[in-house]
T-cell receptor, first 114, second 116 residues
Framework: DAKTTQPPSMDCAEGRAANLPCNHS???????VYWYRQIHSQGPQYIIH???NNETNEMASLIITEDRKSSTLILPHATLRDTAVYYC???????????????FGQGTTLQVKP | NAGVTQTPKFRVLKTGQSMTLLCAQDMNHEYMYWYRQDPGMGLRLIHY???????AKGEVPDGYNVSRLKKQNFLLGLESAAPSQTSVYFC???????????????FGAGSRLTVL
């Protein structure tokens, strides 16, 4: 079962920031939070990941709460091309038990509107 | 650099027929995965491999077999196709080891399979 909970859908106006929440209340100390997105009919695309510090790259920012039980993916200036399903996943990064099995939930469908 | 390539992209089968989906990666990745995606649902893991010659079951392995004879290739087989296996299949790979990029998956473009 997916270890994360996300709203099924969200809308965002073009040019505005899109804030996508994710709850992962059972996350363990050495599990990372990963975000992927899937644009219609394409393979999923990696966006960003983090452990406990906030992270930023050229695509997005990831804000993780201090207790690590939730996080928010921020697309600072959403465009129509950001319309996609966004998946939040938790997984171990290191360790002998890390097979890298990423369990995808149903994600959040983000609709960016003009 | 092609990344992850899946063949075929589309296929229509009749119930009971067999077929094999091929996934090839040119990134020297150790780990490879097969997922299926049905309308309105997220991706579900079918089988995965942590290295050449190894395979393991995922969430929904029934009705599928896999082989990893070469590091760069991961084959997904349907011995007797059923309509319930109509789906879009995605292959993915990742490198092993430590480092912040070690758990990042690279996906193929998908293979759309219809079983009549």
């Amino acid at each position: 079962d997916a270890k994360t909970t996300q709203p099924p859908s969200m809308d965002c106006a073009e040019g505005r920031a899109a804030n996508l929440p994710c709850n992962h209340s059972t996350i363990s100390g050495n599990e990372y939070v990963y975000w992927y997105r899937q644009i219609h009919s394409q393979g999923p695309q990696y966006i960003i990941h983090g452990l406990k510090n906030n992270e930023t790259n050229e695509m997005a920012s990831l804000i993780i709460t201090e207790d690590r039980k939730s996080s928010t993916l921020i697309l600072p200036h959403a465009t129509l091309r950001d319309t996609a399903v966004y998946y939040c996943i938790v997984n171990y990064l290191h360790g002998s038990s890390n097979t890298g099995k990423l369990i995808f939930g149903q994600g959040t469908t983000l609709q960016v509107k003009p | 650099n092609a990344g992850v390539t899946q063949t075929p992209k589309f296929r229509v089968l009749k119930t009971g027929q067999s077929m094999t989906l091929l996934c090839a990666q040119d990134m020297n990745h150790e780990y490879m995965y097969w997922y299926r995606q049905d309308p309105g649902m997220g991706l579900r893991l079918i089988h995965y491999s942590v290295g050449e010659g190894t395979t393991a079951k995922g969430e929904v392995p029934d009705g599928y077999n896999v082989s990893r004879l070469k590091k760069q290739n991961f084959l997904l087989g349907l011995e007797s196709a059923a309509p319930s296996q109509t789906s879009v299949y995605f292959c993915a790979s990742r490198r092993t080891g430590v480092g912040t990029g070690a758990n990042v998956l690279t996906f193929g473009a998908g293979s759309r399979l219809t079983v009549l």
